[in-house]
Structure formats: C-alpha cells, structure tokens
C-alpha cells in the first residue's frame, strides 16, 4: 500500500495556519516484548526546497525519543529506542529510494531478534547492500548500518533496530 497525501485535523488548533499537509504512511511496529502495533506516521512532504520528502527513516533518525503513532485506537506516542523492528510496504517511504553508489548486490537472510517473540522476532529477507570501496563485504556493510538496518520482505521492507538483532543468517553459507 503507498501512502496517500491528507489533511490530519487537530480540532483544538488556533487556525489554518497551524495545519501543514502531511504524507499519512501506515507502518507496523514491534517493539521489545513482542507489543506489536499497526497505525500511521504522519511525514512532510518537503522538508526544505531542494529536498525530497520526509521518510520513515528520517523519522527514526531524529533526534526527539518519541512520535506519534494515529491508530485506530487514537494516537500513541511511540519510544522510538524500544521499536526492535518497523514494517512498511514501500521502499520509498521508507527512505531507500536513493541511488546507491557502486556495485548492488543483495544476500538472502534470515535475522534473529532478541527480546521480541518467535513469530516476530524471526525475518526472512533480503539485505540491499551496495559495495562501495571502503564497504566491500556484507560485513562492512552490516557493521557500518548505524541503528537501522534495512530488510527486503515479500510485502515491502523491515526497518531492524541493530541493537535487537542477535544474529543474521546467510543463506547463502548453508549447505
């Protein structure tokens, strides 16, 4: 599913002028425990005017510990450093839409997660890697991914927190 542009409604705000269109993307969180929740992220379509959008990732990135999350059940304010793994269908909102530099490969994996149940603390898929000179093994590409680590699904991509994966599996070294 890809996102759609809206207007979110803040029925105690002072007047139009507060209101800033947003990009509504519908994610998936796991966050440690196994507490899994689904609802929206609203991102900024322009962040500045020779930029793109806003993406999920710049999202986790910024520096505040909490977003909010609009649910069916009204708005959660998220911890960020407790989400172990966050699920959205399109690699553009998710912020890998860029170009890569060098060669692009991409190795079949299955993850591990500590402190998040079986059913979603295991992920079959596939990490995107680019092999620039100073990153030329899936090691390097790993071991340089900071705090989120991309994984390729069959219905759209995981962002993992690094610091709830507890192993990564090639398939390709099975026999």
């Given at each position: 599913?890809?996102?759609?542009?809206?207007?979110?409604?803040?029925?105690?705000?002072?007047?139009?002028?507060?209101?800033?269109?947003?990009?509504?993307?519908?994610?998936?969180?796991?966050?440690?425990?196994?507490?899994?929740?689904?609802?929206?992220?609203?991102?900024?379509?322009?962040?500045?005017?020779?930029?793109?959008?806003?993406?999920?990732?710049?999202?986790?990135?910024?520096?505040?510990?909490f977003f909010p999350l609009d649910t069916t059940e009204g708005v959660i304010l998220v911890r960020k450093s407790?989400?172990?793994?966050?699920?959205?269908?399109?690699?553009?909102?998710?912020?890998?839409?860029?170009?890569?530099?060098?060669?692009?490969?991409?190795?079949?994996?299955?993850?591990?997660l500590c402190g998040v149940p079986d059913d979603d603390g295991r992920l079959d898929g596939r990490l995107p890697w680019a092999s620039p000179p100073d990153r030329a093994r899936l090691l390097d590409q790993v071991n340089g991914a900071g705090e989120w680590l991309p994984v390729e699904r069959r219905d759209g991509l995981s962002l993992v927190a690094t610091r709830y994966i507890r192993s990564i599996i090639l398939e390709s070294s099975r026999g």
């Open positions: 599913m890809r996102s759609s542009l809206v207007w979110p409604v803040d029925p105690s705000s002072a007047g139009d002028q507060l209101h800033m269109k947003k990009v509504r993307v519908p994610v998936r969180l796991v966050l440690d425990g196994g507490w899994r929740v689904q609802g929206d992220v609203w991102l900024v379509p322009i962040v500045e005017p020779a930029s793109e959008r806003e993406r999920v990732i710049d999202l986790l990135d910024a520096e505040e510990p407790r989400i172990a793994r966050l699920d959205v269908a399109s690699p553009v909102d998710a912020g890998l839409e860029d170009e890569p530099t060098g060669e692009v490969s991409s190795e079949r994996v299955v993850i591990d």
